[in-house]
DNA sequence: ACGTCCATGTAGCCAACCTACACAATGCAT
DNA sequence: ATGCATTGTGTAGGTTGGCTACATGGACGT
């Protein structure tokens, strides 16, 4: 019974076709048919099966790819441990991260990385991507969600919690509300609304607040990018949810953030990694860097406020 | 990182010498040192260590070695998850232990194994022999202790309590305590006794007798036989402690039975496993028909009672 | 009906691992 | 003290297992 038989199982799992798994595995398809072959005869029972011109996996090869995951969380966990005696947290670690968080978290924890061990970034559209689809690409996928709601839940994959961040209420400067300690739903009747394209966790959030206040909202825009809308909320052209610590980038000052009462109005921030490479050295050392760096950015907007 | 090679280092750990693993490996000393090499190349620290003419592991090497163990086990959960699939609880199961256990648990165990599983045994002195270490070679190691004393503990190694076994005074017929329902630690003084070898778990009950009667015991023989010590106390020559469910298999019906009270008199019969074979579906079977023998042995002993 | 995409066979090459044998070091016995 | 057995380790060579390159056979879309 060989291991990476059973990786090249789990693979298959994950990616869905054997000529992906042969890319990510820097082999020929006939390479990964072949050993996908062996390991059904070794189990004497059929594991994968033809489906179109593609291959999907019966019961069995499921349950066994399930299992291969912990073979190589074990195995992980091994390296892992001699890494520690040799106290060398090395090697590439890639991440992808939705721009908000990367802009947020990711100049501190590079800043802070110990020589040898390299992180590799990238950014994706959160609307456009699945997120924990990513898992198979990269290390450490950094996505977030509405509190409590776990759209990756059952998916196998490691969550680690780096923050929850407020999502406040933009107004320009000079708006009847900008002089307030916080404000409430009732307050946003009859407000223009700038709102983000379908998907993003803030559109839940503008549902709440209609059914607190008993009103319609009116929106007038529907942006993707944060710093277009801010720069609509600025020119007066409506307000807009806007996540706490990653606002006013772009013109500091020019953007007032009031907190919203009475709907839980968070998002929180996690990083999803496939079990296995969760376990690396070098990995769980970047996982440390950006715990810390969250915990440093939500202290100190806690402080002066 | 390599499954085999770890599994080396971890049968290098219970073995102790090199020649002991290619042995066991069927292979060559060479090759297991050889492999032992790459081993400590790709880790980049010394895993092992030259004592006198033999090998000891360090410390990494160890802690390596034990998480070795991991992934074995989840190793053999794949395995064992598709014999289910297939199931197919088929193969061999070797199995060691002493005397009175396998005389009363093997024969009942053997009568209802499925075809193509085979159960190979073989017994052992307990008092010669470190049974724990027989783990390395048997899958399964059936041995006793006293309650709560647990002499192989820390080892790594899995147990599986199979019963509790009263041990109880045995007198011949006739004798004046042979119309008791039970007897005491203070009825006992004045007797004498047929005692076991040194390390056998009853050495320790006859101390705690003389403690609690306040009086020294006098021993006339010592056996480690127990059909030897049956003969001896049937022929009136003295009184023993012997266990309940296997005493009086030679002669029935001339030795009396007596269960001893203000003493707690018993031992534990277990199953002791290196945690990967204790994975494997056929072993995992076995135990289950040792535990339900266990189980009607000791309820056909209390139900007549 | 054709081209494309996928999985899978076949032949051959290469590397990894093992055996066989030799050798150094250590401990035990006489 | 001096053999002698035992232990671990090098070196040379053979065998096997897994990979590549290329060809084949279905399945889908146009």
Redesign the pocket.
Known sequence: M?V??LELLRELADR?????V?LAT?????????????LEREAGLPL?Q??????VLTDAGRSLARSATDVAVSLAKATALWDEFRNNATGDVSLVTFPTAGQMLLPGVIKNLQPGLVLNCADEDPELSDFPAFTAEYDIVLAHSMSGQLSWAGRGLTVVPLMTEPLDVGLPVGHPLADRAWVGPRDLIGETWIGVTDGYPFERILHAIEQEAGAHLSMSQRFADLALIESFVIAGLGIALVPRYTSGGGQPGRLVLKPLRGIESERQIVALMRPDRAERLAVRTVINLLRAEAAQVQQSHSAPH
């Open positions: 060989d990476q038989r869905g076709s054997v000529t992906a042969a820097h082999r020929t398809p006939s390479a990964v048919s072949q050993q996908l072959k062996v994968t033809r489906q179109g011109r593609g291959l």
